[in-house]
């Protein structure tokens, strides 16, 4: 474990809808790690043509810019922050 | 009407006429479809690195989609670096190629990759076709993806079996009206108005929106000092007394010196990359900021923007011509103070009046500058001579000017100078390049050959990766490390072997007489030019450093001669 992890990281509960393709979650994962944040974790509800995601997500940056990352998706029909941002102590 | 007729059919709704790309096993299908079009060009380069890179400057030269087209496996990963590229610069790109057949997916078949999961991270948008009623949809929209809102590249994967199946469906052409409205802009012309010393930056952006005439209007109108970002080279115009040029790590000390002295920013389709800002937290400290974006996700990511435009750019451009048409602003002390040090701060580096000493880079491409038309377009490579054209050469349009900004790709400039021909054959299209980044795609002088495009090539050759040596030699104690190339061949032979005749010089007093004979020649030709090995660009910001911090060649100078006193 480095030194980065072991300091708290802001925390946060993002739902997310997206059109159901081949690569949809690939494409949600692969925008979070670039832009800095690391899923703890992750439930995801097929609905119809659609994938509802629940993420709860760690990183320092601020949510803000993940937000709209996420929201220029093609397939990424909506984002919404679900609660206040928590902390959450990944010591021990 | 199979698969791959479709693909054909969606470029002919398009009006895409010209294509770049390499076939291989998986991709045949469409291959054999080309057979039987009259209408879409293929050409065929010799590397698919080669065929991305031609899209993406026939794209940026005719501001028209960029079509490649590669089989699977070697032939997708390819193309990796030019979709790449053109995804850091937005440039609208279409990328279709082959897939193993569907039901060998995840076999580990022969020449099958993981396209789709490989190339997200670089695409706007990516599709694997699983069924070929879904090909004139998907063909639609992603067209329609590539060039809407902020461009790029839009990836379509086709297994073979589906290029081959016979397709139902058609077209939804449908055409959605753009709900984009011209958003309140009476914040902006308060700020404005109340500034003292506002600044005109701008980048890519309004080109890629089309926005040229309504920008040039505008900087015309409000007689704002400008300055540029690599990318926005030629969108203040050459003969515009208040440009100042590009601003950044190489930028002038005119354009820097007014960023930080500004009062207001007016930031106008540019993302406040590093390497114009410098470091970030003493950029423009004195500015507030209103920016202008076609992706929501620019504004507030690096610096918060007191007020935030996104719409039709020409609308908002216009909006504020009109308002400031009505009531100029009263900025003639600050222009004044700006013009002043346009003539002091400026790129100054100087024509050199010895006609038997050696060529210098700076040197060379202000008479090119001087002789080439002014409809020319010059496209660059990376490395220290990318920057002597952006610094010395005077452009009157940004499409005049193709250089790989975001992704800085070393072999950018040969292809890309190809696919600005095919954008317009009667076009004087230049390849500026150096000897390491002109060998990476070498190989497109066939490409060159086969086509007979009449497009020159001028090798700056230094015999090293320069900018890497100027790096080492400025930050890094001077220690080289792997950037010697002084067993280059011979350039002016390799071209011949190419069909392409070369020319050879190395003094000041040839300089002019080798461009003009090479702009002079009915077809292709290339000018060797030899420079010093131990040339830098000036001035420079060390990265990381705040663009207050510029290092010219006269601080340079006295550092070592301290050095050597001492
Ligand atoms: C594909 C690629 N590899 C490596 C680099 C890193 N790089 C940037 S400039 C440069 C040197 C370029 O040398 P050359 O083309 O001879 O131009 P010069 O700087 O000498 O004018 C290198 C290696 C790069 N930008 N692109």
New interface residues.
């Given amino acids: 474990m480095n030194a980065q992890s072991k300091q708290t990281q802001p925390s946060y509960n993002l739902n997310c809808r997206m059109a159901f393709e081949p690569a949809a979650l690939e494409r949600l994962c692969q925008v979070v790690r670039i832009r800095g944040f690391r899923i703890a974790n992750m439930a995801v509800d097929s609905v119809g043509e659609h994938l509802d995601i629940n993420l709860i997500l760690e990183g320092s940056r601020p949510i803000a810019m993940l937000q709209s990352q996420l929201e220029k998706l093609h397939t990424v029909v909506e984002v919404a922050l679900a609660e206040a941002p928590l902390v959450r102590s990944r010591v021990g | 009407m199979n698969g791959a007729q479709h693909i054909l059919d969606a470029f002919h709704r398009h009006s895409i006429d010209t294509v770049f790309g390499y076939p291989g096993g998986c991709i045949m299908p469409l291959y054999d479809a080309l057979v039987d079009d009259v209408v879409v060009e293929h050409v065929l380069c010799r590397h698919e690195q080669g065929c991305a890179l031609a899209a993406d400057g026939y794209a940026r030269a005719s501001g028209k989609t960029g079509v490649c087209i590669a089989t699977s496996g070697p032939g997708a990963t390819n193309l990796i670096t030019g979709v790449a590229n053109a995804h850091r610069d937005s440039i609208p790109m279409l990328v279709i190629t082959g897939q193993v057949p569907s039901g060998l997916i995840g076999t580990d078949a022969f020449q099958e990759t993981d396209v ?2 490989m190339t ?2 670089i695409v ?5 076709v ?1 069924d070929a009623d879904e090909i004139p949809d998907v063909m639609e929209e992603a067209i329609q ?1 590539a060039n809407s809102g902020r461009p790029g590249p839009v990836w379509i994967d086709v297994p073979k079996d589906v290029l081959l199946q016979q397709v139902t469906a058609s077209a939804d052409q449908t055409t959605r009206p753009s709900a984009a409205h011209c958003p309140d802009l009476t914040q902006a012309i308060q700020m404005l108005r109340d500034a003292r010393r506002p600044l005109l930056y701008s980048g890519g952006g309004v080109s890629l929106a089309h926005c040229e005439q309504p920008f040039r209007r505008f900087a015309t109108t409000s007689a704002m000092p400008a300055v540029v970002t690599l990318k926005g080279i030629g969108n203040a115009g050459k003969h515009n007394p208040d440009n100042l040029g590009m601003l950044g790590m190489h930028g002038s000390l005119a354009a820097n010196r007014a960023v930080d002295e500004c009062d207001l920013l007016l930031v106008v389709g540019a993302r406040l990359d590093d390497r114009a800002t410098g470091k970030l937290d003493e950029f423009a400290p004195n500015a507030r900021m209103i920016h202008i974006d076609a ?3 620019e504004l ?2 690096l610096r918060p923007a007191d007020v935030c435009l996104r719409g039709p750019l020409d609308q908002i451009l216009e909006g504020l011509t009109r308002a400031i048409e009505s009531h100029p602003l009263a900025i003639d002390d600050w222009r004044k103070q700006c013009r002043q040090w346009r003539t002091t701060g400026g790129f100054s580096a100087a024509d050199n009046e010895e006609p038997l000493s050696a060529i210098t880079g700076p040197a060379f491409t202000r008479q090119l500058s001087r002789i080439a038309p002014d409809d020319a377009v010059i496209a660059c490579d990376v490395g220290q001579h990318q920057m002597w054209v952006a610094q010395h050469y005077e452009f009157d349009h940004p499409r005049h000017h193709l250089t790989s900004g975001g992704l800085g790709t070393m072999g950018f400039g040969l292809p890309a100078a190809i696919g600005a021909q095919f954008a317009n054959r009667n076009s004087t299209v230049i390849n500026v390049t150096g000897d390491g980044s002109f060998m990476m795609n070498a190989q497109e002088l066939a490409t060159i050959r086969r086509y007979r495009l009449p497009l020159k090539i001028i090798v700056l050759d230094n015999q090293c990766l320069g900018m890497v040596r100027q790096q080492q030699e400025l930050f890094y104690d001077n220690r080289e490390s792997q950037i010697d190339l002084d067993d280059n061949p011979d350039f002016v032979a390799m071209a011949r072997a190419f069909d392409i005749p070369a020319l050879h010089i190395e003094r000041t007093d040839q300089i002019r007489r080798g461009i003009e004979t090479i702009l002079a020649f009915d077809g292709p030709m290339l000018l060797h030019v030899a420079i010093a090995r131990e040339e830098n660009v000036w001035p420079i910001v060390k990265p990381g450093s705040g663009n207050r911090e510029m290092i010219d060649e006269s601080q340079q100078t006295t550092r070592k001669t301290r050095e050597q006193v001492a």
């Fill in positions: 789709l999961g997200l991270g706007k948008h990516s599709y694997l699983t993806l992706d929501s996700a507030n990511k």
